[in-house]
Nanobody, 121 residues
Framework: QVQLVESGGGLVQAGGSLRLSCRAS????????MGWYRQAPGKERELVAV???????NTADSLKGRFTISRDNAKNTAYLQMNSLKPEDTAVYYC???????????????WGQGTQVTVSS
């Protein structure tokens, strides 16, 4: 199986910055896409940003210019740099990783446990 470990969440004042990390481990042959999603109370989980193995990114329109996704393939790790944070960014942030399992070559789609980001006004 594939496990994801997220870190970097916490409490920050409006206008501040945080960097989230997500490291994948386990039976992995390759990782195709890595992404970040978030869910605020009473709202549906939404895409924040996704990055492909080639480095192509797709970021939610409302977050472009403030949030940047990146990845370190050697470490099987994705990052989310969050700048100029606003109270409306408060949510649980989830990492998602898709790829192929080692040996079997079957696809996997794994989710992290989520990390809380709280932005105070």
């Amino acid at each position: 199986q594939v496990q994801l470990v997220e870190s970097g969440g916490g409490l920050v004042q409006a206008g501040g910055s945080l960097r989230l990390s997500c490291r994948a481990s386990g039976s992995i042959f390759s990782i195709n896409t890595m992404g970040w999603y978030r869910q605020a109370p009473g709202k549906e989980r939404e895409l924040v940003a996704v990055i492909t193995s080639a480095g192509t990114t797709n970021t939610a329109d409302s977050l472009k210019g403030r949030f940047t996704i990146s990845r370190d393939n050697a470490k099987n790790t994705a990052y989310l740099q969050m700048n100029s944070l606003k109270p409306e960014d408060t949510a649980v942030y989830y990492c998602n990783v898709q790829g192929l399992r080692r040996m079997s070559m079957v696809r996997f789609d794994s989710w992290g446990q989520g990390t809380q980001v709280t932005v105070s006004s």
